[in-house]
């Protein structure tokens, strides 16, 4: 099997906070994170996909198609947001697990139409100490 990881950031903001807890529970849970002013972060995400190798291309997919699509699905919706305000965050915690699903279900659907490559995994790094990742079970 073959995989082709590209790496793309995007800086947005979020606060982290669980709906159906009170404000004294989110900050207990998520302390500094659930200040309601928001924090953000440069995240930087790996995507990986697989699928097989054109014979006449010698690539999975073009990086320039993937690259496009990453900015379509991900950059453009996220990029310079604060993440609780969109709609696929309003009823999930924003937690970087979260993201990693969010953008693994955004990234997914365009992949799968392309030439039988599929998103094998996205890994968000959020910090130099976490990282997260979310991938195909398949």
């Not at 995507?47 to 190798?53: H, Q, R, S």
């Not at 697990?97 to 955004?106: G, L, P, W």
Request: aromatic share 8%; hydrophobic share 40%.
């Amino acid at each position: 099997m073959i995989e082709l990881t590209r790496r793309y950031h995007f800086p947005a903001a979020h606060v982290l906070t669980a709906p159906s807890l009170s404000t004294e529970e989110n900050r207990r849970i998520f302390g500094k994170c659930a200040n309601p002013n928001g924090h953000g972060h440069n995240y930087g995400v790996e995507v990986t996909v697989t699928g097989p190798v054109d014979p006449e291309t010698g690539a999975i997919v073009p990086v320039e198609w993937l690259d496009q699509t990453f900015d379509e699905q991900v950059r453009a919706r996220f990029a310079y947001r604060m993440l609780n305000d969109e709609p696929e965050f309003r009823e999930l915690v924003s937690t970087a697990e979260n993201v990693a699903r969010v953008v693994y279900k955004a990234l997914a659907p365009a992949l799968a139409t392309s030439s039988g490559a599929r998103l094998a995994r996205v890994r968000i790094v959020e910090t130099a100490n976490n990282t997260f990742e979310y991938g195909d079970p398949a």
